[in-house]
């Protein structure tokens, strides 16, 4: 069902600085710099390999990562995993009682589908599934 690991995201408190440490001390390349306004979060995708570091920073007070970070501290927020249909695997895994945050796939970082289950459902770990673009 699961493809691979696509990314993890790192809830960060400042991106810029954040880049700083990812970029210039650990020696990974920004490939871009996008803003999600629904998510309210600002993020840069560093690629690793065949996944990507997401690095998550909110512009909003009231956005999920700026609550994340105030409960819990920087850190890992969620980790992606790709599958090849998005909605047959929500509806598999509706039929084997994990808890969805989202029933349908929605439109995430890059442009691709995606959907996350209640972390209730995976042992506390926040899950992001998305289908990969060919
Ligand atoms: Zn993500």
Redesign the pocket.
């Known amino acids: 069902m699961f493809k691979k690991i696509?990314?993890?995201?790192i809830a960060v408190k400042n991106l810029d600085d954040a880049l700083s440490v990812f970029q210039d001390t650990l020696g990974m390349t920004c490939a871009g710099i996008e803003e999600v306004e629904d998510q309210k979060v600002r993020?840069a995708c560093l690629p690793v390999g065949e996944s990507e570091i997401?690095l998550?920073e909110s512009t909003s007070p009231e956005g999920n990562i700026a609550r994340f970070i105030e409960k819990r501290g920087e850190g890992i927020?969620?980790i992606?995993f790709e599958v090849d249909n998005l909605e047959a695997v929500l509806e598999e895994l509706k039929g084997k009682g994990v808890q969805l945050i989202d029933q349908k796939p929605r439109i995430?970082?890059g442009g691709i589908k995606?959907a996350f289950l209640h972390p209730k459902s995976s042992n506390g770990v926040l899950v992001?599934l998305?289908e990969a673009r060919d």
């Open positions: 696509n990314h993890i995201g993020t997401e998550l927020h969620h992606a995430g970082v995606i992001e998305c």
